[in-house]
């Protein structure tokens, strides 16, 4: 069983920058793949980015292309999302998720998540 916890959500001015981070325990780290997704008040829980176990290879929704990078330790178990010129729209709350599929888009496509952190972004 895999524990996901999420930390550096708060609140942040729009054009600001933040970086979320994901401590994973439990398992073999290394061998998921990592995703970030986020969840707005009364809307679905949707993807922001994805990170293959070896770093080869990410993925991101359109909306975050070039101004969020997801990245990650293995030695540190650890995913960081860098967030920069946060929008209003980005607010929402973000959870990592952890699978082993070779899927990366979907909510189905993860098997462990954590509990999310709250970002909010002033206009």
């Known amino acids: 069983q895999v524990q996901l916890v999420e930390s550096g959500g708060g609140l942040v001015q729009a054009g600001g920058s933040l970086r979320l981070s994901c401590v994973a325990s439990g398992g073999t780290f290394s061998t998921y793949k990592m995703g970030w997704f986020r969840q707005a008040p009364g809307k679905e829980r949707d993807f922001v980015a994805a990170i293959r176990w070896s770093a080869t290879s990410t993925f991101y929704t359109d909306s975050v292309k070039g101004r969020f990078t997801i990245s990650r330790d293995n030695a540190k178990n650890t995913v960081y999302l860098q967030m920069n010129s946060l929008k209003p729209e980005d607010t929402a709350v973000y959870y990592c998720?952890?699978?082993?599929?070779?899927?990366?888009?979907?909510?189905?496509?993860?098997?462990?998540w954590g509990q999310g952190t709250q970002v909010t972004v002033s206009s």
């Open positions: 998720a952890a699978g082993s599929t070779w899927r990366v888009f979907g909510t189905s496509d993860y098997n462990y």
